[in-house]
């Protein structure tokens, strides 16, 4: 498809799982975003790469997060030993970058729910 | 650190007022606003922006005006339509390095 595709749309985890949420940007987008939502919030960054190289985590709640971006296309949020605050939406955004700052696109998000 | 404040969590009009959303940033490096819509189960949707040199883009019935003395963005929306109920979330972002911050959005109910 032509827009941002995010799989699972939902996951369920037991406590303790390791968990990976998949994104699938815009063909051609350079710039890709993670950001988690939690209920009746705005999606908190997480982090940012452009092309395969991560250039801000500074998100990242814990070292239990891991994202990676291996090609440059796909991109791959992991989650180990999962907690119960783990709980949320879990968004993907890409944008163009080097025509000058422009909207990023959005993935309709991936909800995790850890019981 | 909250960089990108959206103060009003909810906001009611009537349909074919005015709807005006107010959103106040912190960090002096952001050069490019955006406003998002979101519906329940979808991912936020990109609505207008405003680069730092301009203050003001108009879009049909969107309009973003940008203060950057008072670092303070506004969204207004003439007229206001039933269809425009949804969470508005105002985001941020710095040519220094790509990144984007989000506000705690605004949740817009305009009634018939």
């Known amino acids: 498809g032509a827009g941002v595709s995010q799989s699972p749309r939902y996951k369920v985890a037991k406590r303790g799982q390791d968990v990976a949420l998949r994104c699938d940007p815009i063909?051609?987008?350079?710039?890709l975003f993670w950001y988690q939502q939690a209920l009746g919030q705005g999606p908190e960054f997480l982090t940012y790469?452009?092309?395969?190289?991560?250039?801000?985590k500074s998100g990242l709640p814990s070292d239990r997060f891991f994202a990676e971006r291996p090609e440059g296309s796909v991109s791959t949020l992991k989650i180990q030993r999962t907690q119960q605050e783990d709980s949320a939406v879990y968004l993907c955004?890409?944008?163009?970058?080097?025509?000058?700052?422009?909207?990023?696109?959005f993935g309709q998000g991936t909800r995790l729910t850890v019981v | 650190d909250q960089q990108v404040k959206q103060n009003s969590p909810s906001l009611s009009v009537q349909e074919g007022r005015i709807s005006i959303l107010n959103c106040d940033y912190t960090?002096?490096?952001?050069?490019?606003f955006l406003w998002y819509k979101k519906y329940p189960a979808e991912g936020p949707t990109f609505l207008i922006s405003?680069?730092?040199?301009?203050d003001k883009n108009e879009d049909g019935r969107f309009t973003v005006f940008l203060n950057k003395s008072a670092k303070h963005l506004s969204l207004h929306i003439v007229p206001s339509q039933p269809g425009d109920s949804a969470v508005y979330f105002c985001?941020?972002?710095?040519?220094?390095?790509?990144?984007?911050?989000f506000g705690a959005g605004t949740r817009l109910t305009v009634k018939p």
């Open positions: 955004a890409s944008s163009l970058v080097g025509q000058g700052l422009t909207e990023a696109f």
């Open positions: 063909s051609g987008h350079v710039s």
């Open positions: 790469f452009q092309n395969e190289a991560q250039l801000d």
């Open positions: 960090n002096s490096m952001f050069d490019y």
């Open positions: 405003i680069s730092s040199i301009k």
């Open positions: 985001a941020a972002r710095s040519s220094n390095n790509n990144d984007m911050r």
